[in-house]
């Protein structure tokens, strides 16, 4: 099972960008699914979550610009983010609870990471 992130890039203050996350193996089910980011010279941080049900979390900084979301029979997810700040500079990730194997377990597995940089 493997987890493909794409989607950074250079983009100016205000601009928009979408992170796409998908999931690709012997996948029976996904659980949660959740971005982060890291910051150089930071920890890494949750910025948004979603669950199988498809209730949502986000990171009171991004509250109201950015909308996570997924799609189950595609087993992907992604991250809408407007009205971007230079403070959202970072590598983001993506995580995912994913339910495989014989006997069936949850394994928490993590996107490669993807450069998001806001500058003018």
């Known amino acids: 099972v493997q987890l493909q992130a794409s989607g950074g890039g250079l983009v100016q203050p205000g601009g928009s960008l979408r992170l796409s996350c998908a999931a690709s193996?012997?996948?029976?089910?996904?659980?949660?699914v959740g971005w982060y980011r890291q910051a150089p010279g930071k920890q890494r941080e949750l910025v948004a979550r979603?669950?199988?049900?498809?209730?949502?979390n986000y990171a009171d900084s991004v509250k109201g610009r950015f909308t996570i979301s997924r799609d189950n029979a595609k087993n992907t997810a992604s991250l809408q983010m407007n009205s971007l700040k230079p403070e959202d500079t970072a590598v983001y990730y993506c995580?995912?609870?994913?339910?495989?194997?014989?006997?069936?377990?949850?394994?928490?597995?993590w996107g490669q990471g993807t450069q998001v940089t806001v500058s003018s």
């Open positions: 979603i669950t199988s049900g498809g209730s949502t």
């Open positions: 193996g012997s996948i029976r089910s996904i659980n949660a």
């Open positions: 995580n995912a609870e994913v339910v495989y194997g014989t006997p069936q377990r949850t394994y928490s597995h």
